[in-house]
Structure formats: structure tokens, C-alpha cells
């Protein structure tokens, strides 16, 4: 009788092949697409990417009859660095996208959500949210004191926010860092519910143009 374990087997190998999916997907886009920052197709594939997790993780979360869908915040990020880093080497690769890396080897040195690099200097930061509703009052007194200790080690670096919905808060709406230093993708849309780049509110493309 088989055990346990081999009844499950199929699964455990889908999940092992998303590691080979993702390389695939890697290499098929270096290898066969163009880049440009004037559409809005890198939001787009995020988007959908996004929206393909939380249409799975509520078929799971139904299915085992949980509270609550798994958070995205580290899917978020991960779709964010793939992309980041098809795009820099497509552009010859002298900077690279690294997450949750220490800017100095210093005891409270900050560790962004991703940086951008170039050789051993930082040039920009990106602090990724999925949404913001649970800090709704404070989160650009966090960012400012963030800009801060980057601005401290690195002066010439950039500090970016990117926020996946403003569905639950009232979001940048009349802040003059919208588009700048401040960034969300869907303005009141959930990534479930997302289908036409209508829905888009602040592209990333924004963003990488001013990396």
C-alpha cells in the first residue's frame, strides 16, 4: 500500500516546478521581449501576476475553510524584484535589485524591501505595501525617517513607496509626491478585481524612469 506521503507526491511536485517556471519565464522575457517605459505592460504583468495569487489563495482559503488568505506582502515584493531584474539586465546590467539587503554592514543600518545598486552604492530604495489602511496616519513620517538614513549613507540615493491598492484608505490623493517619490498601482481596486489597465492608478513605470 502506498504511503501517505506518495498519495500527495503530485502536488508537492507542482509545487517544486514553480521554481522551474519562474527561471522559464525569466528567460523567454530577456530573450524575446522589449522593454518600454512608455506603456504600462511591467504594471500590467505584476497586476496579473497578483491577481492569479489571490484568485488561488481564496480557492484554498474556501477549500480548508480558513479565516484568512495568506499575506502577499512577500509575493508582492518578489513580482516587483523579477521584474526589476529582467529590466536592468536587459539594459546591460550595471544595476541590480536585491531585497531585504543591508545598505552597510552597520549594526541598524536599514534594510529596504528592495534596493537598487550600483556596484557598492545604493541608488535608490523601494519600500513595497500591499496596502496602507493599517498605518494610515503614519506611514510618511516612517518613509521621510526611512529617506533619512538612506540620504545619511547613500546622499544621491532615491526613496520610493509602492503601494499595491488604496482600495482600504484614502491613499496619496492630492499629495504632491504622487508620481514622484509615492506610488500605487490600483487607486480602489482590489488585484482580484482588476481587468483593464483603467484600473491602473500609478504605473511603475513612473518609477523605474527615475532610477
Known amino acids: 500500500m502506498k504511503k ?3 498519495f500527495d507526491l503530485e502536488y508537492n ?3 517544486e516546478i514553480t521554481f522551474d517556471k519562474l527561471i ?13 517605459l512608455n506603456e504600462t505592460e511591467i504594471t ?8 492569479t495569487y489571490y484568485t488561488t489563495q481564496n480557492k484554498i482559503k474556501s477549500f480548508l475553510d480558513k479565516r484568512y488568505v495568506a499575506a502577499a506582502s512577500d ?3 518578489e513580482s516587483i524584484l523579477f521584474f526589476l531584474r529582467i ?3 536587459s539594459k546591460g546590467g550595471s544595476l541590480e535589485a536585491h531585497s531585504e539587503r543591508q545598505i552597510k554592514k552597520e549594526k541598524n543600518s536599514i534594510r529596504p524591501d528592495i534596493s537598487i545598486w550600483k556596484g557598492n552604492e545604493v541608488v535608490a530604495i523601494i519600500e513595497c505595501k500591499t496596502q496602507l489602511g493599517w498605518n494610515r496616519n503614519n506611514w510618511e513620517i516612517d518613509f521621510l525617517d526611512r529617506d533619512i538614513k538612506l540620504k545619511n549613507d547613500f546622499p544621491n540615493a532615491k526613496s520610493f513607496l509602492l503601494v499595491m491598492t488604496g ?7 492630492g499629495n504632491s509626491n504622487l508620481n514622484k517619490s509615492y506610488f500605487c498601482l490600483l487607486r480602489d481596486t482590489w488585484p482580484i478585481e482588476y481587468d483593464n489597465i483603467s484600473q491602473i492608478y500609478t504605473p511603475i513605470e513612473g518609477l523605474i524612469n527615475q532610477i
Request: proline letters at 0%; a positive charge; zero cysteines.
Open 13 to 15: 511536485k507542482s509545487v
Open 24 to 36: 522559464e519565464s525569466f528567460d523567454n522575457i530577456f530573450k524575446n521581449y522589449k522593454f518600454n
Open 4 to 6: 501517505l506521503s506518495q
Open 44 to 51: 500590467e504583468a505584476i497586476l496579473y501576476r497578483l491577481k
Open 75 to 77: 509575493y508582492f515584493v
Open 167 to 173: 482600495s482600504n484608505w484614502s491613499g496619496f490623493s
Open 87 to 89: 529590466y536592468f539586465k
